[in-house]
């Protein structure tokens, strides 16, 4: 088993792990928060915690994506495939959020086809980084 991982092209169904949505805890969203209120972010992490998580989705949250002009940012990331930061989210987008990271879930390169991406995902993307091992995308 561990030659067949060796050897072969790893995604999260070959090496058995989810895809990470990470999801920033400290974007404003371009907003005064006051002291004391939640940040934006927070509140965009507690939404998604609180929906029904796809279970190949983990959430986890983190301090700042380097996108804060662009905050709410939220990020997909998988073993060996593509990776995505997604902006301008908030709590009313959690169902779009959680059906496009399944979808990214279920990929093997974190190439989801452009139709069957959420528009927030078709819209909002604000970078994407190829994956450590690199696979060729399939043509459009
Ligand atoms: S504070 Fe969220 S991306 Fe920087």
């Known amino acids: 088993m561990l030659l067949v991982g060796l050897f072969a092209p790893f995604g999260p169904e070959r090496l ?9 805890m400290t974007c ?13 972010g927070a509140t965009l992490f507690a ?9 190949e989705v983990e959430i986890r949250p983190v301090e ?3 996108a804060c ?6 990020a997909l990331s998988q073993p060996g495939g ?16 959680l059906r496009g990271a399944a979808a990214y879930a279920a990929t093997t390169d974190g190439i989801v086809p452009w139709r069957e991406r959420p528009v927030i995902f078709r819209k909002q993307s604000i970078a994407r980084f190829p994956p450590q091992f690199a696979v060729s995308e399939p043509s459009k």
Do not use: F, T
């Open 47 to 55: 939404a998604l915690n609180a929906a029904a998580v796809p279970a």
């Open 16 to 24: 058995g792990m989810a895809a990470v949505l990470y999801v920033c």
């Open 69 to 74: 002009d662009h905050g709410c940012n939220v």
């Open 64 to 66: 700042c994506l380097s």
């Open 82 to 97: 593509w990776s995505y930061v997604y902006g301008r989210l908030g709590p009313d987008d959690v169902p779009e959020i």
């Open 28 to 40: 404003k969203a371009g907003q005064p928060v006051p002291e004391g209120a939640a940040q934006p």
